[in-house]
């Protein structure tokens, strides 16, 4: 049974140097920014101190035992063994995604998102100069899914990427292998490449299903390229190390020619810490889940006694609760009333999607206490 994991007390947090804890003023509750409030885990800090110890301090070349290490973890977690030979290093996912992008696009071609989706990815398209198109995911009440019908239209007017968040932050939702099979046939009719951020994937609570998309068939395989790192579940966003992996012969040498700063970029503690959390740390990502897993049904629960006007659907992975404010009557970007009288800072649903205004996302990976807090907080806000 893996202990459970629990977050530091506020006096200890606000201590933190990271963004989440200095972008705000102190009398603020700070729950935007996707990381968390729990130490890392213990193997995590035996093999960064072994570093510091020595003074291993230098440069990231190849790091093998990383790639083998997830391979594991990824053949454990969802019955994908990734080819060793397929997998490349990058900065972090952000910088992965967009370098392979750029290998495989002219500017002006069109890559497409399913909004709500992760802010950055539509700063991404902005950044190879592609026109982005929005392929909405279809919004009933809290209930989303992929829209297959505007996806193939899309693919059909000439689409050359489509950038997938699998699993799909902000809503919460997974998307099942027949769905992501249906996307590998219909990018396989069209010659579109699917680049799949599954940096949340590690977080899936039990009872849910994850599925890689490499997995899912022979199509997918010769359409789509994965990019994702150990930063999201295992808390080590600031270390800077990500992974590509993709199978497809045909475009192993236009990837091969992204800039080899992509790789070089990228830290040598961060592929420490990926290779020591994907080899030696499942039972701490367990007692993190378990704590999540709490804190989830927490916010259900809060939700209920205290503000049933927030919609709410319970997410099927990770720590972000995607929350539906439009009948709190707070103007406009609702997040702006909560910062200035709430003192709770929350993403704006705006970040994800121009229609999603009156949204928020809010970060539950932190302790029952400031979550409790933070719906006092919106409380007081009303
Ligand atoms: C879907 C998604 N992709 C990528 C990232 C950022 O990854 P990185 O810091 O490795 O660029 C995040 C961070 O929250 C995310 O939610």
Redesign the pocket.
């Known amino acids: 049974m893996a202990d459970d994991i629990r977050a530091f007390p506020l006096s200890e947090l606000r201590k933190r140097k990271s963004v989440k804890w200095r972008q705000f003023p102190s009398d603020v509750l700070p729950l935007p920014?996707?990381?968390m409030d729990f130490p890392i885990a213990e193997e995590i800090k035996v093999a960064l101190r072994d570093m510091i110890d020595r003074s291993d301090t230098g440069y990231l070349g190849p790091f093998p035992e990383m790639f083998e290490a997830f391979k594991n973890f990824s053949s454990a977690c969802w019955g994908w063994s990734p080819d060793l030979s397929q997998m490349r290093i990058?900065?972090?996912?952000?910088?992965?995604?967009v370098e392979v992008i750029r290998t495989l696009i002219n500017p002006g071609d069109r890559v497409v998102l399913n909004s709500p989706?992760?802010d950055?990815?539509w700063r991404w398209v902005a950044e190879v100069k592609a026109e982005l198109v929005d392929v909405p995911l279809i919004e009933k009440g809290m209930e989303y899914s992929l829209d297959f019908d505007g996806i193939e239209r899309a693919y059909k007017a000439g689409a050359k990427v489509h950038i997938l968040?699998s699993p799909?932050?902000?809503v919460g939702v997974i998307f099942t292998k027949s769905e992501l099979a249906r996307i590998a046939d219909l990018a396989k009719q069209y010659g579109v490449i699917v680049v799949s951020?599954e940096?949340?994937a590690a977080l899936t609570y039990p009872g849910k299903t994850f599925v890689p998309f490499l997995s899912v068939s022979d199509s997918a395989r010769e359409v789509g390229i994965c990019?994702t790192?150990a930063?999201?579940a295992f808390n080590l966003?600031g270390l800077?190390c990500?992974m590509i992996i993709t199978e497809i012969e045909a475009l192993k040498d236009r990837i091969n020619s992204m800039p080899i700063s992509v790789a070089f970029r990228a830290s040598l503690f961060g592929a420490v810490a990926a290779t020591a959390a994907f080899e030696k740390s499942r039972d701490w990502l367990e007692g993190a889940l378990k704590t999540l897993d709490e804190n989830r049904k927490l916010i259900r629960a809060l939700i209920d006694s205290k503000i049933p006007a927030i919609g709410y659907r319970i997410p099927d992975f990770g720590y972000?609760a995607w929350l539906d404010l439009s009948n709190l009557g707070l103007g406009e970007d609702p997040t702006k009333a909560i910062l200035e009288k709430g003192k709770l800072a929350i993403n704006s649903g705006s970040f994800y999607s121009p229609r999603h205004a009156q949204f928020a996302r809010l970060n539950f990976g932190t302790s029952a206490e400031n979550i409790e807090e933070a719906f006092n907080r919106i409380l007081r806000t009303l």
């Open positions: 920014v996707a990381e990058a900065t972090d996912v952000g910088v992965g995604t989706v992760y950055n990815m968040c799909h932050n902000p951020d940096i949340h990019v790192s930063s999201k966003a800077k990500a972000l």
